[in-house]
């Protein structure tokens, strides 16, 4: 009984110590007793999956097809969950040019309201800020770490006398050393922001 | 015939009398020993917490998210409108790291210059394959943009992560986990414009603003809200009641809400 207690107390010590605390890290992945249905053989978002042969789970559609429906649900909350979403067109509205030159003013789309600016506002200080500055005068937070060359400075005359198209066409596609943006925010943040633009632009006069 | 029976007497020697006793309690002291243990360690808030895998490229979120002060979404663009939260393509990368721009040339980028830069020798054009750490089970359904469309910050299930240089997994994210949420979700709401700011606390809120916010919604006077609460602790109880309140947040807790 007493070498029982014994060794019992050692053995308990010796698993205590091997399996270590509660939150301790470590970065083998976590173990799973029984993970069949944890993980299941399906496709998942940003997932390669084998089921394919070019092994990508995300397909595109068909050569010479658009897909039906695919709108995101409206929400009653500020203007987000847009109907105006990542579509693609020829028109103004998705490509912010006429023919092959950039448009003047704002698609009949969208509605100019508090709540719209509101949502540009927002989706500036996400996107463009670290870059442009939240006043958009190009000394974001970026230029305060790195000597990077120069950010546009969107509040002088340059970027005010632009055609509202033009700016839409350079958030979408990008310019010189900025990136394209069209991947990660939809037409309608798009045309928002530009429209918040004109609000610091307006408000930073002359 | 008497002397048999005290032959038989003395087969089981004195030691054997305590012998059942001793196997009952040592049997019981091993098993209570294995129940500590398995109720100690066989729990996501062992198994799962703690976990910290090696990405590909060791992205700082301390310093993107924390120094720099770069919104969750600028890099996770889709966790409004989608069920999942989506990584960054390595355009979004690209577009800071790209050539001429922040540390394009640091070693610790390799990754991302096989995807992205077609002048690259090594280019493979293939995108960065990032460690998933956060996970819920398959068989259970989470919706990323039903919780921040309603209040739920990021900081709910995933900490701190703008005070992680390497992100780990901070929550226990286990069902007990999710009901402790669902069942008073006054404990987690927040306004909606704080979502992302992991560091918020609901001391900082401003009163008056956000009565005018209620009145808003709610139809009543921003005057009698406040009247009404006069006297109560101005904290997280009382903005998520009011904002429970305000939104019609229901939190489910049928089966079938999460397991469909």
Sequence with gaps: MRWFFLILAIAVVATVYALGPRGAKFSSPPFMLFPDMDNQYKVKAQKPSDFFENGQGARVPVEGTEPLGFKFPVSGEGVGRTDLDFSRGSDYLNTGLFGDFYGKGFPGELTMDAAFLERGRERYRITCAPCHGDSGNGAGVVSKYWAIPPTANLIDARVRDMPEGQIFWTISHGKGLMGPYNGVTSVRDRWAITAYLRGLQAVAGN | ?260
């Design chain 2, 1 to 260: 015939m008497r002397g048999l029976l005290h032959e038989m007497g003395n087969i089981f020697p004195r030691w054997t009398n305590l012998l059942a006793i001793k196997v009952l309690v040592c049997v019981g002291a091993l098993g209570t020993c294995v129940i500590a243990v398995a109720w100690y360690s066989w729990t996501p808030k062992y198994t799962r917490v703690g976990y910290m895998p090696q990405q590909p490229i060791p992205f700082d979120h301390s310093l993107h998210a924390g120094q720099l002060g770069m919104d969750c979404r600028y890099c996770h663009t889709h966790v409004e409108n989608s069920a999942h939260s989506n990584l960054p393509a390595a355009q979004v990368c690209w577009n800071c790291h790209g050539p001429g721009k922040v540390k394009s040339d640091s070693p610790k980028l390799e990754p991302l210059r096989q995807a992205m830069d077609e002048n690259y020798e090594n280019y493979t054009g293939k995108p960065i394959e990032w460690v998933q750490l956060h996970k819920v089970p398959d068989y259970a359904h989470f919706d990323h943009s039903a919780h921040v469309n309603r209040g739920v910050s990021c900081v709910e299930c995933h900490g701190r992560i703008d005070e992680m240089p390497v992100v780990y997994h901070a929550k226990s994210l286990s069902m007990s986990f999710c009901l402790e949420c669902h069942r008073n979700p006054e404990q987690a709401l927040r306004p909606l414009d704080q979502i992302t700011n992991l560091g918020w606390k609901p001391e900082d809120l401003e009163p008056d603003a956000f009565y005018a916010y209620l009145a808003g919604k709610t139809g009543t006077g921003a005057d009698d809200l406040k009247k009404a609460d006069e006297g109560k602790v101005w904290g997280q109880e009382l903005i998520g009641i009011h904002l429970q309140k305000a939104w019609g947040v229901h939190a489910p807790q049928d089966c079938a809400a999460c397991h469909h």
